[in-house]
């Protein structure tokens, strides 16, 4: 089992930054992906970004660009940059943990205001 605890979600102003951190512990291998996907309210979750062990970086369409993905191995940590915030930036982030299975944190609200 992987546990997945998340930090940094809140209410910023369109146009500015947050932070999101994401910590695994449990039974982590040393080669998974990890990352963020989102969901607003009445809509499917999407990718955000995810990053491999080795950094590969994957990042959704509509954050490119505004948003960095990146890892602390050592510490099983990833870290979302979000800048130049959007109202549409408004939804639930969900941590995910991969290796064969999803995993996935309790989420954290993050909500942009116009």
């Known amino acids: 089992q992987v546990q997945l605890v998340e930090s940094g979600g809140g209410l910023v102003q369109a146009g500015g930054s947050l932070t999101l951190s994401c910590v695994a512990s449990g039974s982590i291998s040393s080669i998974n992906t990890m990352g963020w996907y989102r969901q607003a309210p009445g809509k499917q979750r999407d990718l955000v970004a995810v990053i491999t062990s080795s950094g590969r970086t994957i990042y959704g369409d509509s954050v490119k660009g505004r948003f960095t993905l990146s890892r602390d191995n050592a510490k099983n940590t990833v870290i979302l940059q979000m800048n130049s915030l959007k109202p549409e930036d408004t939804a639930v982030y969900y941590c995910?943990?991969?290796?064969?299975?999803?995993?996935w944190g309790q989420g954290t609200q993050v909500t942009v205001s116009s």
């Open positions: 995910n943990y991969y290796v064969q299975y999803d995993f």
